[in-house]
């Protein structure tokens, strides 16, 4: 899943689901190298019914919290029609609960996007964010089409259309081993196209993507480098840039000790995430549908097949839900960084180590660990400077 922020709120672990994560379509019209999907190519259609009743079954369930965020991934959200995603939103609404608020939104490579698209999203408020890699010499290395071409300025087309229609977006940068060599780049190219926010995913082993070229022994001393340099210039230009990043490790850092960082990846039902066939799996969104004898692709039950709190009867739920409490509790015990981080990311855990009840791995390590080591940093730097007025600044915010 691309947008990986997570939210402050007081730790416990009860059940509420506040995402609700849809596969209409399997089907990418794009071939990352890097991408997690193994189905990608698969052109399969969500079906209106499924839809009815994964509403039905989420909007009906005592777990649902007052907010809910349903996105729309895993394919390519925009390679269906946007007649479907009329139909979509009307049958959403027809069975919210009065008092529910529903959001909308979509992670896309913006290639498709058209008036049409930019028309829809001005008359429903979807929520859009747009998958762009920095400058066409990074952003081609790995985001392709199936016939292996580079699909930068596509992309720069669709976020031109975006921009023109005054929506407002924000955009994910996939980070390899060659992108951290080039900080001043990435930032220029995300300053000179008027993308004010952006988060940073690093190239993680996931799903399909078995091999990362961050996996190498040099390479958290370059993320670290590279995410002090991008830090030094989101300072120099305030107001420019918002880093998903360094927002969250503030205001994390900031909280108060009775506060923790809630981490719905690791709360049974926090998420909830049903694929085009209607199958239902909970936890790590990307852990629906991937090969496991273990834990039979984490598809818990289905929509068409009884509610969720069947789920909690399945067998495979309960293994996987005891596993990845046994790791969020190793975490809590072994890591420094579990106040700010929660237990982490179960899908990264299993790719990396094949176990969900892990604690350490490349993608904490690179993101949690380096970012909050280098805003901690930061912070006390600031305090240390004798007329320092008020704590670090990052993107114009203050802590
Ligand atoms: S070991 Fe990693 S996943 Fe666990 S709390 Fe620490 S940073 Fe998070």
């Given at each position: 899943?691309?947008?990986?922020?997570m939210s402050?709120?007081?730790?416990?672990?009860?059940?509420?689901?506040?995402?609700?994560?849809?596969?209409?379509?399997?089907?990418?019209?794009?071939?990352?190298?890097?991408?997690?999907?193994?189905?990608?190519?698969?052109?399969?259609?969500?079906?209106?019914?499924?839809?009815?009743?994964?509403?039905?079954t989420v909007?009906?369930?005592?777990?649902?919290?007052?907010?809910?965020?349903?996105?729309?991934?895993?394919g390519?959200?925009?390679?269906?029609?946007?007649?479907?995603?009329?139909?979509?939103?009307?049958?959403?609404?027809?069975?919210?609960?009065?008092?529910?608020?529903?959001?909308?939104?979509?992670?896309?490579?913006?290639?498709?996007?058209?008036?049409?698209?930019?028309?829809?999203?001005?008359?429903?408020?979807?929520?859009?964010?747009?998958?762009?890699?920095?400058?066409?010499?990074?952003?081609?290395?790995?985001?392709?089409?199936?016939?292996?071409?580079?699909?930068?300025?596509?992309?720069?087309?669709?976020?031109?259309?975006?921009?023109d229609?005054?929506?407002?977006?924000?955009?994910?940068?996939?980070?390899?081993?060659?992108?951290?060599?080039?900080?001043?780049?990435?930032?220029?190219?995300?300053?000179?196209?008027?993308?004010?926010?952006?988060?940073?995913?690093?190239?993680?082993?996931?799903?399909?993507?078995?091999?990362?070229?961050l996996a190498?022994?040099?390479?958290?001393?370059?993320?670290?480098?590279?995410?002090?340099?991008?830090?030094?210039?989101?300072?120099?230009?305030?107001?420019?840039?918002?880093?998903?990043?360094?927002?969250?490790?503030?205001?994390?850092?900031?909280?108060?000790?009775?506060?923790?960082?809630?981490?719905?990846?690791v709360?049974?039902?926090?998420?909830?995430?049903?694929?085009?066939?209607?199958?239902?799996?909970?936890?790590?969104?990307?852990?629906?549908?991937?090969?496991?004898?273990?834990?039979?692709?984490?598809?818990?039950?289905?929509v068409?097949?009884?509610?969720?709190?069947?789920?909690?009867?399945?067998?495979?739920?309960?293994?996987?839900?005891?596993?990845?409490?046994?790791?969020?509790?190793r975490?809590?015990?072994?890591?420094?960084?579990?106040?700010?981080c929660?237990?982490?990311?179960?899908?990264?855990?299993?790719?990396?180590?094949?176990?969900?009840d892990?604690?350490?791995?490349?993608?904490?390590?690179?993101?949690?660990?380096?970012?909050?080591?280098?805003?901690?940093a930061?912070?006390?730097?600031?305090?240390?400077?004798?007329?320092?007025?008020?704590?670090?600044?990052?993107?114009?915010?203050?802590?």
């Amino acid at each position: 899943m691309e947008n990986k922020s997570m939210s402050i709120r007081h730790a416990d672990l009860s059940p509420k689901i506040d995402l609700l994560v849809i596969q209409p379509t399997p089907f990418c019209n794009l071939d990352c190298d890097y991408c997690y999907l193994p189905n990608r190519s698969d052109t399969r259609k969500i079906k209106p019914d499924t839809l009815r009743q994964i509403f039905a079954t989420v909007f009906e369930s005592n777990l649902l919290s007052r907010q809910l965020g349903v996105v729309w991934h895993a394919g390519e959200p925009t390679t269906m029609p946007i007649g479907f995603y009329r139909d979509a939103f009307a049958l959403a609404e027809q069975a919210r609960p009065d008092n529910l608020i529903l959001t909308h939104s979509i992670q896309t490579n913006a290639v498709l996007i058209d008036q049409a698209w930019c028309d829809f999203v001005l008359e429903t408020g979807l929520q859009v964010g747009v998958s762009v890699d920095g400058p066409a010499f990074l952003h081609d290395r790995h985001r392709k089409t199936r016939s292996g071409a580079g699909t930068h300025a596509r992309t720069l087309r669709g976020i031109g259309r975006l921009q023109d229609n005054g929506i407002d977006f924000h955009a994910i940068c996939v980070l390899t081993r060659q992108s951290l060599e080039y900080p001043d780049e990435i930032f220029d190219f995300f300053a000179d196209n008027d993308i004010g926010q952006i988060g940073f995913n690093i190239e993680e082993i996931e799903g399909a993507n078995l091999n990362s070229t961050l996996a190498g022994n040099d390479t958290e001393v370059l993320l670290r480098r590279f995410f002090h340099r991008f830090l030094d210039l989101v300072k120099q230009h305030p107001g420019v840039l918002d880093v998903r990043e360094f927002n969250d490790a503030m205001t994390a850092i900031a909280a108060d000790q009775d506060t923790a960082l809630y981490n719905h990846q690791v709360v049974p039902f926090g998420i909830v995430s049903v694929d085009a066939d209607g199958n239902i799996s909970t936890f790590s969104p990307e852990l629906l549908g991937q090969f496991s004898d273990a834990y039979g692709n984490f598809i818990f039950g289905n929509v068409h097949q009884g509610g969720l709190a069947d789920l909690e009867d399945s067998a495979v739920f309960q293994k996987v839900r005891r596993e990845i409490e046994a790791g969020r509790s190793r975490c809590r015990k072994s890591c420094d960084y579990f106040g700010v981080c929660g237990g982490g990311a179960p899908s990264n855990k299993y790719f990396e180590h094949g176990r969900l009840d892990e604690t350490e791995t490349m993608y904490c390590r690179l993101t949690k660990m380096a970012v909050t080591d280098i805003i901690v940093a930061d912070i006390e730097a600031e305090l240390a400077q004798p007329d320092t007025a008020s704590p670090a600044m990052a993107g114009g915010r203050s802590l």
